[in-house]
């Protein structure tokens, strides 16, 4: 069984700063990448920003310069340093991962989402 666990939100004024963190545990026996997603009322969920398991990066154009992500592998946790904020990054943010599980039968990859956190940016 493998739980993402996720901290750090809470609400902070425009131009402010944030910090996620979403740890996993578990029966895990590699990750592979790992991302925040953030879902706005009324809107779809979108990818925030995304780390391989190689450290490679990529960000969506509206939080790119602004928002970093990084990542502890002996810790299996990703963080999300959230600069700049602005009230159009109000949303419940969302841990993802791409993990590796053995099994009795070997070893397979499973797609994990965290419970999500509240971010909310006043103007």
């Known amino acids: 069984h493998v739980q993402l666990v996720e901290s750090g939100g809470g609400l902070v004024q425009a131009g402010e700063s944030l910090r996620l963190s979403c740890a996993a545990s578990?029966?895990?026996?590699?990750?592979?990448?790992m991302g925040w997603y953030r879902q706005a009322p009324g809107k779809q969920r979108e990818l925030v920003a995304v780390i391989t398991s190689g450290g490679s990066t990529n960000y969506a154009g509206s939080v790119k310069g602004r928002f970093t992500i990084s990542r502890d592998n002996a810790n299996n946790t990703v963080y999300l340093q959230m600069n700049s904020l602005k009230p159009e990054d109000t949303a419940v943010y969302y841990c993802?991962?791409?993990?590796?599980?053995?099994?009795?039968?070997?070893?397979?990859?499973?797609?994990?989402w965290g419970q999500g956190t509240q971010v909310t940016v006043s103007s």
């Open positions: 578990g029966s895990i026996f590699k990750i592979n990448a």
């Open positions: 993802n991962a791409e993990i590796q599980v053995a099994q009795v039968m070997g070893v397979f990859t499973y797609n994990y």
